[in-house]
């Protein structure tokens, strides 16, 4: 396999690409928090967007999704925190047009390069006076500043902002591909999860992008859970302008592979940090899977791990129980030889041939207290592979969530 160079940015943000401005602020949907972000690509981008399964689908996701499907560009996303504009009705789909259109005039571009997100409180209508007055009154920038207010303003039970960047050399240039996500509960996606925005200044049609955006998002973010619950809001668009001045990207590109990595590695960088973000979590647990029948087998696997809840809540109290491993694995309806399974929890191997082994609790003990935990399966059935994320359980999730609209 021919290496590939891959940097990550040191200023990581999401006008890093050439071309992308952006900003955020607070207008009034919250009570003092930034509320609404914007984001603009000088020249129309081409698209692509996963979306929630969830049959239930707040406004913003109908309008995009119809909308980057219609256009097959956008030049422009508007998103906003602190209301999801969900189950709202035909009100909400008023709304929701209305931001796309009011974009729209403020950029003198068509409504149908607008896309619109949101996220927060379910079955309120959106506050729309003060919208309205933000996207008016929003001044975007280029500037690490700019980029660091746009992410603050898609957050809402999140700690931290999540942000990433990398650049690639593609035809002799330099291309950028970064990255922002908000997500921290009902974080279980069938697709992707959360809000996300990619963008790049590589040269690549809709239809390359749609389908590297798709199998990116089934090896990151459909490889995390926190808590099992589908949002209706899910939504991640990937934004490629072409500004790099590179030839138009395809798999049949000398310089594909380089392209595809890095995308895949501003996909899993947000991926991990959501996971890692998991409302009241303490701790990322990682899950890798070998030896299974398939990749996506393996996939499926790891991701019953750390989606356990006795597993996650072993993880929160540095219990190194591997039965709860083991039965997640079990369940998973997976193929697997129970005389065969490996299992190791950081560097110590706690269960081989189905069969426990001698292991140091001590070890387990102290090394279950670390931010990080990392389980290790080894199936012994086939050649696929696979990685998923989550996060322990805590008491913290269940005051977090039983307050959420007070």
Known sequence: MTTVDVKQVVAKHIVSPKGFTAAGMHCGVKH???????????????????FTTNAIKAAPVVVTKETIYDSRTLQAVVLNSGNANACTGKQGLADAKQMQQLVADKFMIPANTVGVCSTGVIGQHLPMEPIIKGIQEIELGDSVEHGVHFAEALLTTDTVMKNTAYTVMIDNKEVTIAGTAKGSGMIEPNMATMLGVITTDAKIDSDTLQTLLAAATNVTFNAITVDGDTSTNDTVLALA????????????????????????????????MIAKDGEGATKLIETTVIGAATNEEAIK??????????????????DA???????????????????????????EAVVDGGEPLDFSEAYLLEYLKQPEIKIVVDLHVGEGQGKAWGCDLTYDYVQINATYRS
């Open 321 to 347: 129980n591997w039965g709860r491993i083991l039965a997640a694995v079990g369940y998973s309806g997976c193929a697997i030889d129970p005389t065969n399974v490996f299992i190791k929890i950081g560097d």
């Open 32 to 50: 003092k928090k930034k509320d609404l972000a914007l984001l603009f690509s000088e020249v129309p981008a081409s698209v692509a967007g996963v």
């Open 301 to 318: 696997i790891a991701k019953t791990v750390v989606g356990s809840p006795l597993v996650k809540t072993a993880v929160f109290g540095n």
């Open 241 to 272: 302008n072409g500004l790099a001045g590179n030839e138009s990207l395809t798999p049949e590109h000398a310089d594909w592979d380089a392209f595809k990595e890095a995308f895949r590695l501003v996909s899993q960088d947000l991926a991990k």
